[in-house]
């Protein structure tokens, strides 16, 4: 069976992975991919290039590659409509309609759907002007969360500790100045405090079924301090979530919104992810992504013992009520290693050495920011190209065990100017 997937992350790189212990998958095409991916089983593998905001160009590429099943990776093909157009072609695809990742690429609209299917959320309000941020100021105390609408690759949310800091944040996304687009309507979030977790499921559009539990270390900086960011590290456990709980949620958050997207004639095909945050007052839905979330994917798949591509199938073909997760009870556990800057500015190019020596321990680097390198004078073949360059995870009989191993990893791997949360797990 030939696999597309669309995408060039670390998430892409552990589906990738995953994908090829599949004794049905003879074949997976990786657009564009990355210099990891690219070194996976290299009999079946290979990257092609392609421009992810461009949907003609990658039906381009679908229609050279011919795939029996594409899956999509990331957020942005998903809101330019390439499962519908797959669809109209009469292309297997696994992903959800453009109308459907709206639960992701509008944060209003999700608020709003979560307010009519009484799905449980932290208090909002809408902004379209800075006149309507005064106005809705006195309703919140401080600190105050400032959520652009659009997508904004992780780095739309921010915290302001006062209202006169909300205002400012507020007036410059407004003005373009911060996210261009992403910010030209606004929400401002009651802050809510407690423990943050990712429950994922597959859905069928009619049935789903959850994944294990993960927890994603947003902020950049050790403590969980400083900007937020696409995610520097996770883990998954069985701990994470008890079964009651784990049940409540379903019942009063997934389901609820599975059920609500098909009740507006936008039925929910792929991943829901619902980012949580278990409060006093209960589980809040903090967001939700339409796709696999980037780092939690790494450990995930890491503890998954079933054949991904069943699964995959499963909701493509919505027969997910036939489909048994199966999970190792081990903890698996992943650090983000990124270049010096980020989510600021940084410098890409820089040669990496150590991966071989890291996997040798018995974790896995998952790659995201990598490129082969083209200078023969180098001693590495590859550099970095991104923000997030390397996901290094392991799998431990506890979460003790797991951080261990996966440090013990990301210490053989050096870069100029790399940087990582020596607190994953803690």
């Keep these: 069976m030939k696999l597309l997937i669309l995408g060039g992350g670390g998430r892409e790189h552990a589906i990738v992975w995953k994908l090829l212990q599949s004794s049905r998958a003879t074949e997976i095409v990786c657009a564009p991919g990355n210099a990891g991916i690219c070194a996976e089983a290299e009999a079946r593998v290979r990257c092609v290039p392609v421009d992810l905001n461009s949907l003609d160009d990658i039906v381009r590429v679908a229609i050279e590659e011919q795939p029996d099943l594409t899956v999509v990776g990331p957020e942005q093909p998903l809101t330019l409509g390439v499962v519908d157009e797959f669809e109209r ?10 109308v459907a990742a709206r639960l992701e690429s509008s944060k209003v609209f999700a608020k ?37 609408d659009g997508l904004a690759a992780g780095k739309g949310v921010l915290i302001a500790a006062s209202r006169e800091e909300a205002q400012q944040i507020s007036a410059e996304m407004l003005a373009g100045r911060t996210l261009a687009g992403a910010g030209s309507r606004l929400l401002l979030e009651e802050f809510v405090e407690g423990e943050e977790l990712s429950l994922l499921c597959l859905s069928d559009g009619r049935q789903l079924a959850p994944l294990a539990a993960a927890q994603d270390y947003k902020r950049v900086g050790e403590g969980d301090t400083g900007a937020n960011t696409g995610g520097m590290g996770a883990y998954s456990t069985d701990t994470l979530l008890e079964p009651e709980m784990r049940e409540w949620v379903l019942a009063h958050i ?33 967001e939700f992504n339409a796709r696999f979330g980037d780092p939690e994917t790494q450990p995930l798949l890491m503890r998954l013992h079933s054949d991904l591509l069943d699964a995959l199938e499963a ?5 997910i009520e036939s489909l048994a997760l199966e999970w190792t009870p081990e903890v698996a556990l992943g650090v ?18 150590g991966i ?22 180098s001693d590495s073949h590859i550099v970095t190209c991104g923000g997030r360059v390397l996901c290094v995870t392991a799998l431990g009989a506890d979460l003790e065990a797991a951080a261990a191993k996966a440090y013990s990893a990301v210490e053989k791997i050096s870069f100029e100017h790399s940087y990582y949360r020596r607190d994953i797990g803690q």
Aim: charged share 20%; aromatic share 8%; with cysteine.
């Design 112 to 148: 709003e759907f979560m307010q009519r299917h009484q799905i449980p959320t932290p208090k909002y309000a809408v902004c379209t002007s800075l006149q309507d941020v005064e106005d809705a100021l006195p309703l919140f105390t401080a600190p105050i969360v400032v959520k652009a």
């Design 336 to 353: 983000v290693m990124a270049s010096g800057g980020y989510p600021g500015s940084f410098e890409s190019g820089q040669p990496i050495t």
């Design 254 to 286: 997934a389901r609820p919104a599975i059920a609500g997207m098909a009740a507006e004639g936008a039925p929910f095909k792929g991943i829901l992810y619902c980012g949580l945050m278990l409060t006093a007052r209960g589980p809040l839905v903090l």
């Design 315 to 319: 909701v493509v073909d919505e027969r």
């Design 89 to 98: 072609r009469g292309w297997r695809i696994f992903g959800p309609s453009k």
């Design 356 to 377: 071989e020596a890291a996997e040798a321990t018995g974790a896995k680097v998952f790659q995201a920011g990598t490129a082969l390198n083209n200078d023969n004078h």
